[in-house]
C-alpha cells in the first residue's frame, strides 16, 4: 500500500459525460502527479501540482482539467468524453516539487466510455 | 523533443537467469533517468533512479548506470526470480519537470 488513494476504482459513463477523478496523496506529500496509461498511447504524463500550484503539463487534453485544493487533495476532470479517453489513471504524489524525489503511485482508476 | 525507447517484449526467463532490459533515451540538457515496476492490478513502483552521468542505482538486485555516450540506461539483474515477473517502465525527467515514459516491457520468469 503506497497511501496515496484514489476514488472511485471504476468508472464507465457514456461519450459526452464528465466525470471527476478524485487523489489523496500520502499524508505529508505536497506534490500530486497525473498520468494516464491506456493500450494505445502507453504511459502519459498529464500534470503536476505542488501545494496547490500547478507545477508542470504534459500531454494533458484541453478537455481534460486538474485542480490540487488546500487540503492537498486532487482531482482531474475530464468532460467531452470520447473513446479514446478510456484508460487507467493514475495519481502519485511526492514530499517534493522535485521530480527526483521518489513518487508513490495510486491503485488507478479504470475509466471506460461508451 | 524528449522520448525514451525501450526494448519490446515480452520477455520470458527462466528463474537464475541473467536479465537485460535495453533503454535509449533522447533529450536536451541533463535528464534524470529512472526505471518503475508495475505489478499486475497495482500502480507503478520506483525500481531505481540516477540523477547524473555515469551514476548506477540499484535496488532489489538490480541495477542501472547512466550512460550519456550512448544515451542508455540498460537495466540489469543476475539471477531473476518468479517474484520479479511484472512490467518494467523507464523514464526521463527532464528540467521543465516533464515525465517520459517508454512502451513497458512485460517480465515473465518462469520456475
Known amino acids: 500500500d503506497s497511501g496515496v488513494t484514489q476514488t472511485p476504482k471504476h468508472l464507465i459513463t457514456a461519450t459526452g459525460q464528465r466525470v471527476t477523478l478524485r487523489c489523496s496523496p500520502r499524508s505529508g506529500d505536497l506534490s500530486v502527479y497525473w498520468y494516464q496509461q491506456s493500450l494505445d498511447q502507453g504511459l502519459q504524463f498529464l500534470i503536476q501540482?505542488?501545494?496547490?500550484?500547478?507545477?508542470a503539463k504534459g500531454n494533458i487534453l484541453e478537455r481534460f482539467s486538474a485542480q490540487q485544493f488546500p487540503d492537498l487533495h486532487s482531482e482531474l476532470n475530464l468532460s467531452s468524453l470520447e473513446l479514446g479517453d478510456s484508460a487507467l489513471y493514475f495519481c502519485?504524489?511526492?514530499?517534493?516539487?522535485?521530480?527526483?524525489?521518489?513518487?508513490?503511485f495510486g491503485p488507478g482508476t479504470r475509466l471506460t466510455v461508451t | 523533443g524528449n522520448s525514451v525507447t525501450q526494448m519490446e517484449g515480452p520477455v520470458t526467463l527462466s528463474e537464475e537467469a541473467f536479465l537485460t532490459i535495453n533503454c535509449t533515451y533522447t533529450?536536451?540538457?541533463?535528464?534524470?533517468l529512472f526505471w518503475y515496476v508495475q505489478y499486475p492490478g497495482e500502480g507503478l513502483q520506483l525500481l531505481l533512479k540516477a540523477t547524473k552521468a555515469d551514476d548506477k542505482g540499484s535496488n532489489k538486485g538490480f541495477e542501472a548506470t547512466y550512460r550519456k555516450e550512448t544515451t542508455s540506461f540498460h537495466l540489469e539483474k543476475g539471477s531473476v526470480q518468479v517474484s520479479d515477473s511484472a512490467v518494467y517502465f523507464c523514464a526521463l525527467s527532464d528540467n521543465g519537470n516533464q515525465f517520459y515514459f517508454g512502451t513497458g516491457t512485460s517480465l515473465t520468469v518462469i520456475p
Open positions: 501540482y505542488y501545494n496547490g500550484e500547478e507545477r
Open positions: 502519485a504524489s511526492s514530499v517534493s516539487w522535485d521530480t527526483t524525489y521518489e513518487q508513490y
Open positions: 533529450a536536451t540538457g541533463y535528464p534524470s
